[in-house]
T-cell receptor
Framework: AQSVTQPDIHITVSEGASLELRCNYS??????LFWYVQSPGQGLQLLLK??????LVQGIKGFEAEFKRSQSSFNLRKPSVHWSDAAEYFC????????????FGTGTRLTIIP | NAGVTQTPKFRVLKTGQSMTLLCAQD?????MYWYRQDPGMGLRLIHY???????AKGEVPDGYNVSRLKKQNFLLGLESAAPSQTSVYFC????????????FGDGTRLSIL
């Protein structure tokens, strides 16, 4: 079965600083990989996804993620964070022929300080 | 366009009581999902449905039942609520094929005393 690990429970960065959130997956082949964001009191919103091809994918709100097969990683990055990026971020994995089911990581809470 | 609507938004139950959470989507999506979100555990899939009249178990189905009598609605039932079911419940929907984005509701916060 597939699994996802987000090793950082909570990260604090200064506004304007760069950001990298870590995600590692476990699956026998290349899965479908996703990053979702959850603002307080709301549901999740898709930031970006990777299926195949170019290993650097661009998403909404200026986020990008890089798939590294050798490290089983799919880390999320942003060059310069804004106060509105404060939220919880979830990495997720899906597998082919799995009825579109997703397995989510435990999330990373991002705090932005002025 | 409402998207995915969950009813109610908050509820407090006593142990042993029953209740039904309603999820309604107006996007004509085939697939619907119920998750629970607990601190430090992310989202875990309870049950899901790939079409009207079909349901299947997810990762944590015990203590819950579901029904999908109409394509737009996906109901989650707790027959005899337990404190361990205190959680935030999210419904999501998506069209089939190609891992389209899942559209989430805003959640139902449920407390079992």
């Amino acid at each position: 079965a597939q699994s996802v690990t987000q090793p950082d429970i909570h990260i604090t960065v200064s506004e304007g600083a760069s950001l990298e959130l870590r995600c590692n997956y476990s699956y026998g082949a290349t899965p479908y990989l996703f990053w979702y964001v959850q603002s307080p009191g709301q549901g999740l919103q898709l930031l970006l996804k990777y299926f195949s091809g170019d290993t650097l994918v661009q998403g909404i709100k200026g986020f990008e993620a890089e798939f590294k097969r050798s490290q089983s990683s799919f880390n999320l990055r942003k060059p310069s964070v804004h106060w509105s990026d404060a939220a919880e971020y979830f990495c997720a994995v899906g597998v082919p022929f799995g009825n579109e089911k997703l397995t989510f990581g435990t999330g990373t809470r991002l705090t932005i300080i002025p | 366009n409402a998207g995915v609507t969950q009813t109610p938004k908050f509820r407090v139950l006593k142990t042993g009581q029953s209740m039904t959470l309603l999820c309604a989507q107006d996007m004509n999506h085939e697939y619907m999902y119920w998750y629970r979100q607990d601190p430090g555990m992310g989202l875990r899939l309870i049950h899901y449905s790939v079409g009207e009249g079909t349901t299947a178990k997810g990762e944590v189905p015990d203590g819950y039942n579901v029904s999908r009598l109409k394509k737009q609605n996906f109901l989650l039932g707790l027959e005899s609520a337990a404190p361990s079911q205190t959680s935030v419940y999210f419904c999501a929907s998506t069209p089939p094929g190609g891992f389209q984005p899942q559209h989430f509701g805003d959640g139902t916060r449920l407390s079992i005393l």
